[in-house]
């Protein structure tokens, strides 16, 4: 069972970052900028600490997410896609003149056991 997807086309454009910039990582913070948008860095550009939680990997980049934040996304399934336009953040597909952005649903109820057992 995975909590993080991610559509083809946005799969493609993390492998040309992937090409370009090497290891990545996928941050969502839920702070300034782009706010709840996830953005990917270079892995060594990103400093992550305690309050980082781990959710699973797509296309072999780490997806992880502030715990403030989990705790308002914790009983949803993320699919990360792009959209056009610029986002305002350091996220290396801003160039691309493209952003990604995260679609969501409610977990299923077997979902939910499984990631959150501690709320079931």
Same mark, same amino acid.
């Given at each position: 069972?995975?909590?993080?997807?991610?559509?083809?086309?946005?799969?493609?454009?993390?492998?040309? +970052?992937?090409?370009?910039?090497?290891?990545?990582?996928f941050h969502q913070s839920g702070g300034c900028c782009d706010g709840s948008a996830p953005m990917i860095f270079e892995?060594?550009?990103?400093?992550?600490?305690?309050?980082?939680?781990? +959710?699973?990997?797509?296309?072999?980049?780490?997806?992880?997410?502030?715990?403030?934040?989990?705790?308002?996304?914790?009983?949803?399934?993320?699919?990360i896609g792009v959209t056009e336009g610029r986002g305002a953040s350091f996220s290396l597909e801003i160039p691309l003149?493209? *952003?990604?952005?995260?679609?969501? *649903?409610?977990?299923?109820?077997?979902?939910?056991?499984?990631?959150?057992?501690?709320?079931?």
């Amino acid at each position: 069972m995975k909590r993080v997807e991610i559509t083809e086309e946005a799969r493609e454009v993390v492998k040309q +970052l992937k090409d370009r910039y090497g290891d990545l990582i996928f941050h969502q913070s839920g702070g300034c900028c782009d706010g709840s948008a996830p953005m990917i860095f270079e892995k060594d550009d990103m400093y992550l600490d305690e309050s980082d939680i781990f +959710l699973g990997e797509v296309v072999g980049v780490p997806f992880y997410m502030n715990q403030d934040q989990f705790e308002y996304w914790k009983h949803t399934h993320l699919t990360i896609g792009v959209t056009e336009g610029r986002g305002a953040s350091f996220s290396l597909e801003i160039p691309l003149g493209i *952003r990604f952005i995260i679609h969501s *649903r409610i977990l299923t109820e077997e979902e939910d056991a499984y990631f959150n057992p501690q709320s079931s």
